[in-house]
């Protein structure tokens, strides 16, 4: 138990760390994308923001059903 539970810790650790990196590697092109587009900084600034947030929030719901707990959806 102690074993899987050691596994789940490391996996879930792993999916933070490459689903950060991952996110600042697609808010790259996004920010250059509105940039050349003259868009105004304040809609930038929403874009990457939503972005990101978007995508590390995609990573935490990955992180969680990795890990299964057994109080979620487990009777």
Do not use: Y
Request: charge should be positive; proline fraction near 3%.
């Amino acid at each position: 138990m102690l074993t899987t539970f050691g596994v789940k810790s490391i996996a879930v650790a792993l999916i933070f760390i490459i689903g950060r990196w991952a996110a600042m590697l697609v808010e790259k092109p996004v920010h250059k994308m509105t940039e050349r587009s003259k868009a105004d900084l304040a809609i930038i600034g929403f874009t990457c923001g939503l972005v990101q947030t978007a995508l590390l929030v995609s990573q935490c719901f990955a992180a969680v059903s990795l890990t299964a707990f057994p109080a979620i959806g487990k009777n």
